[in-house]
């Protein structure tokens, strides 16, 4: 059974860091496509960045800002996602999700297993 699990989400204040983990089991992340996803209320799902099978890092819109860094440790079998200078307008649900194809996508139809999602809430 293949389980995604989140977390590292959590209230924190405009300007501060977060890092998102995402943990596997039941596959093995460095032989899949992992994408970062976020969804605000009322919007749609987005993509935030991807890393490939061969390592490629890819980010989407506002995460090409610099802000955001994806990295994976194979060992742990994660993968992570560093936000800093966070922004009230990254407050949302994030997900990982699990992809068997070689080359990195932003969209998320094309994503096969899900984690339940992390809940970031930047605010003062």
């Known amino acids: 059974q293949v389980q995604l699990v989140e977390s590292g989400g959590g209230l924190v204040q405009p300007g501060g860091s977060l890092r998102l983990s995402c943990a596997a089991s039941g596959i093995t992340l460095n032989w899949w496509n992992i994408g970062w996803f976020r969804q605000a209320p009322g919007k749609e799902r987005e993509a935030v960045s991807c890393?490939?099978?061969?390592?490629?890092?890819?980010y989407y819109a506002d995460a090409e800002k610099g802000r955001f860094t994806i990295s994976g440790d194979s060992v742990k079998n994660e993968v992570y996602l560093q936000i800093t200078s966070l922004e009230p307008e990254d407050s949302a649900v994030y997900y990982c999700?699990?992809?068997?194809?070689?080359?990195?996508?932003?969209?998320?139809?094309?994503?096969?297993?899900w984690g339940q999602g992390t809940q970031v809430t930047v605010s003062l």
């Open positions: 890393i490939s099978v061969s390592g490629e890092t890819v």
């Open positions: 999700a699990a992809r068997p194809d070689l080359y990195c996508s932003g969209d998320w139809s094309q994503y096969k297993y």
